[in-house]
């Protein structure tokens, strides 16, 4: 059975990926280092102090690590989808079908309708949000790679 075809997540080069995990990394730290304080406070302390830090840092640590191990995933992902393309990708032809306005996320762009064929798979359909170019209209045709096995793509 064939899967539900995916585009690959952005590319990300190993410098950058190294990067991207230790931001992500240093966005886990801030809670446990609440709950570190909170537990070694000075017992001279007030009460109300004690109990601040201990439910800020548990706070910080729920959503900090939430964050921070989807930040880690989504970098793994993309230097997966990557390898992944780069060792059994196929050229293949990306059709454009249709093209709408995207106004999703900080920039507009594009919603491309494309219908994608190749070499070693069968001819599948899949949307995806480009830059404004006006370049980009029905029946314009784009180079794309495709990992045959579950239809992993990225229009380069």
Known sequence: ???TPREAE???GPVGALLCRLMFLAICLPG???LAVA???DPLRSPADFWGL???GVLVTIVGVGFGVFGWRLVTRSRRDARRLSAAGVAATAEILA???HLGGEEPGLELHL???GPGFATFEADTISADDPALVPGALLAAVVDPVDRLFSIT
């Open 39 to 41: 537990a070694t406070l």
């Open 115 to 117: 219908r994608i064929s």
């Open 32 to 34: 446990p280092v609440l």
């Open 54 to 56: 201990l439910a800020g």
């Open 1 to 3: 059975m064939t899967s």
């Open 99 to 101: 093209v709408a306005n």
């Open 10 to 12: 952005a590319r990300l």
